[in-house]
Nanobody
Framework: VQLQASGGGLVQAGGSLRLSCAASGGTFSRYALGWFRQAPGKEREFIAT????????LVADSVEGRFTISRDNAENTGYLQMTTLKPEDTAVYYC?????????????????WGQGTQVTVSS
């Protein structure tokens, strides 16, 4: 399975971005989709995850109400809609897929990772 994250960029505080995660080579519709981020000097941080079967969504408190995770199984693509961006959201964002199909906040539950896309929010 290969994941390709895209959609990052430079945006002013208060702005919005939509990240995409295109999957190929596997049964994406059966995998749990996760988004994580990592800022310089910090540990990888869970952002959101979406269970493939139940569509149960878990979202980190730090982005609750601002970020929305979704997926289009027909297009083998996952999304992270980010609104009301803050400078502290600046990080490399990674998408990931868990072949178990179950949502998890823990990065080691995920089997496949995209290469990351940089999001920079200016104040």
């Amino acid at each position: 399975v290969q994941l390709q994250a895209s959609g990052g960029g430079l945006v002013q505080a208060g702005g919005s971005l939509r990240l995409s995660c295109a999957a190929s080579g596997g049964t994406f519709s059966r995998y749990a989709l996760g988004w994580f981020r990592q800022a310089p000097g910090k540990e990888r941080e869970f952002i959101a995850t979406l269970n493939w079967r139940t569509n149960i969504i878990l979202v980190a408190d730090s982005v609750e109400g601002r970020f929305t995770i979704s997926r289009d199984n027909a297009e083998n693509t996952g999304y992270l809609q980010m609104t009301t961006l803050k400078p502290e959201d600046t990080a490399v964002y990674y998408c990931a897929a868990a072949t178990s199909g179950y949502s998890s906040r823990f990065w080691d539950s995920y089997d496949y990772w995209g290469q990351g896309t940089q999001v920079t929010v200016s104040s």
